[in-house]
């Protein structure tokens, strides 16, 4: 179930290839043999060590063959610039006990057949006679000798003709796998010739870079050759490797040579902004790079498609994620440049679009397969950040309609926000019509707004990025303040009051506890309210002068509501000094000690006890008091007294 998932999300982007063995059957064999010899593949284990100077340690966990009959149709295409497949390797499969046919008609449809492949370069071929009777071995006897005329008619090596003896002596099983295991030889040795072949051709090409005629498509086509050649015997992070090097290639290029390749920036055509960027059936991508039809757009979609598939295939959903936010961010600041020639939010429409088809084809595929934790958590938080930055679009797109203001952040409450108006014609041209639906009203808005943002948060969870978290959370809680539901927002804004506090992350706090004040008073929550005030005014540095004044009266007034005792500590609201320390030398022995008090409200505040201690390393304690005390605004200096020295014991 697992690879059928897999599978069916990589062959959703492109077609999945295999190697091509083709069979060639003059005699009717294949029908009797195909499956007994089909049945022993998928290969397992090959160790790739690679030929000449290649210097290659692979082990292909599993390869899987396509088996096609032989067809004259792949010799007339060049299979460096067509997406026709050349075979790996070319069977001709002999089933004859008769001499004399043999003489009269096989010999020249094997010789046609050799013709053929000869004619192409780096072509791997083997005849295999097959031996089929149980009855006399006189039979085999002239199976023999065909197998021997075959062999001094063509000049065959061993290497080429193979006899296969079924109902002798030897194991039918041992006998196939010799067959399975001289195709696999045949196999490698076709690979390791054709990436020799590629390598050549394409340091040729490189090497003539700065030269006048040098086309960008063509080498970028001979070296995906390379790549997809990779691809097909399923060594991905090669194949992977290739597609990075075309990558850093084109941003040289671009440099050196500018963009003369690409008939324009592209982005025009129908769904460019909405469409699954990673569906390579979408559009012929590769026969546009081969006619230098493509545009930078979709050269760009196609190039990064590729790495994305790759990225699939080797199981790596956590990469997948953390390259696409680099390429979006990139690449989103490409269209902020194109903007002109692009219809209206072309740009937030295809970064929503992207961030969440790769998400939702990452986290299916993270959900089948095996990954350690600290895989997992990377995976969890580049997913949670593609999300943010699709919410962040919607920011975007809720400001240019009216939806939302030009900054959450605004710590004042609409009573009015029921009659504003909305201009989402101004959406007409994004072809996303599931966006255009979620952008229909303020409440479809909102729903997706907080959902989006909702998953996101439940990234961040599972990879403790608290901070992400909080920073989201405070997105909700805004909104909902921003939509007058007074209630959830400060079910929301309240402990996040308190973890940026804990954080002294005191500017965030205070912009959040304004809200919140404003929440409180709204639903007459007194006593949350006054703590509100009172920490607002601690955090005096944060806000301006009249916003200070502001909740001194709204402290004062609600005090004065209040009919029940009620203590707070608010001594962080006013600043102090330490003058002096003077012992008396009269009858009762007191110490005095001279205190300034700044008192920052705008009125005078009277105090009905203020008390001070002192502690000494020798273990005593001194208590200063004074029963009662006026502050006016400003400095106060306030005398209190120690009547005795306290001793104490540390335990």
């Known amino acids: 179930m697992q690879a059928e998932i897999k599978t069916r999300l990589t062959q959703s982007m492109g077609e999945s290839k295999k190697p091509i063995i083709t069979y060639k059957d003059d005699t009717n064999i294949w029908q009797h043999i195909s499956k007994e010899l089909t049945s022993r593949f998928p290969l397992k284990d090959i160790e790739c060590r690679g030929i000449g100077n290649q210097k290659m340690n692979r082990v292909i966990n599993s390869l899987d063959i396509e088996w096609r009959p032989f067809t004259e149709e792949w010799q007339n295409k060049n299979v460096y610039t067509q997406l026709q497949q050349a075979p790996f390797l070319n069977l001709y499969f002999l089933n004859c006990s008769d001499l004399e046919q043999y003489k009269t008609s096989l010999k020249e449809k094997i010789k046609y057949w050799l013709n053929i492949i000869e004619a192409k370069k780096n072509q791997e071929w083997m005849i295999i006679c097959i031996s089929g009777e149980s009855n006399t071995k006189s039979i085999l006897g002239i199976r023999t000798s065909i197998y021997d005329k075959i062999k001094s008619d063509f000049n065959l090596s061993k290497d080429r003709l193979l006899l296969v003896k079924l109902y002798s002596e030897v194991k039918e099983s041992d006998m196939w796998n010799s067959v399975v295991n001289k195709i696999k030889e045949k196999l490698l040795a076709n690979f390791f010739q054709q990436v020799l072949v590629l390598q050549e051709d394409i340091k040729r090409l490189d090497s003539q870079r700065l030269l006048p005629g040098w086309n960008y498509c063509s080498f970028f086509i001979l070296k995906e050759q390379l790549a997809m050649l990779y691809d097909t015997v399923n060594l991905y992070q090669d194949a992977l490797v290739q597609y990075d090097e075309l990558e ?37 991508f590769r026969e546009m790079i081969i006619q230098n039809t493509t545009s930078i757009f979709d050269f760009r979609m196609y190039l990064f498609a590729r790495q994305c598939q790759l990225l699939f295939r080797l199981d790596r959903p956590a990469e997948l994620c953390q390259r696409a936010k680099l390429f ?51 995976f969890e938080g580049a997913s949670g950040e593609l999300l943010h930055l699709a919410r962040s679009q919607l920011d975007i797109l809720g400001r240019a309609c009216n939806y939302l203001p030009d900054t959450l952040d605004k710590p004042t409450y609409d009573t009015n926000s029921s009659e504003k108006t909305y201009n989402i014609e101004i959406f007409d041209k994004i072809t996303n019509q599931h966006l255009k639906n979620l952008l229909g009203s303020v409440e479809s808005f909102d729903e997706i707004y907080n959902l989006i943002t909702s998953r996101a948060i439940r990234c961040f969870e599972s990879c403790k990025r608290q901070r992400s978290i909080w920073l989201l959370k405070s997105d909700i809680s805004k909104l909902h303040f921003y939509r007058g539901h007074l ?5 929301g804004l309240l402990p996040l009051c308190k973890l940026y506090a804990q954080e002294s992350w005191h500017s965030i706090e205070t912009n959040l506890l304004q809200m919140l004040a404003i929440c409180q008073k709204e639903l007459d929550q007194t006593i949350p309210y006054l703590e509100t005030c009172i920490t607002l005014l601690s955090n005096r540095s944060y806000i301006d002068e009249n916003t200070f004044d502001k909740y001194t009266d709204e402290m004062i007034t609600t005090v004065d509501k209040i009919d029940e005792e009620y203590e707070k500590e608010i001594s962080s609201i006013f600043k102090y000094e330490l003058k002096s320390l003077v012992h008396q030398l009269r009858n009762d022995s007191g110490i005095l000690f001279l205190v300034n008090i700044v008192n920052p409200f705008k009125r005078a505040i009277k105090i009905k006890n203020l008390k001070l201690e002192l502690n000494s390393k020798e273990n005593k304690k001194l208590i200063f008091d004074c029963d009662e005390a006026d502050l006016e605004t400003g400095r106060n200096a306030i005398q209190l007294k120690c009547e005795v020295i306290i001793l104490y014991s540390c335990l």
Request: charged share 25%.
């Open 328 to 378: 979006i961010s990139s690449f989103s600041m490409t269209l902020t440049d194109y903007k002109d020639s692009l219809f209206p939010f072309f740009r937030e429409s295809w970064i929503y679009t992207t961030c969440m088809n790769i998400v939702s084809r990452c986290e299916e595929l993270a959900s089948i397969s095996w990954h350690n934790n600290q895989t997992l958590m990377e």
């Open 248 to 284: 850093a290639s084109f941003y040289q290029t671009l440099v050196e040579q500018g963009a003369a390749w690409f008939k324009s920036f592209g982005g025009t055509e129908e769904g460019d902004d909405s469409q699954d960027f990673l569906n390579l059936k979408r559009k012929p």
């Open 487 to 491: 209630k959830e927002a400060s079910e």
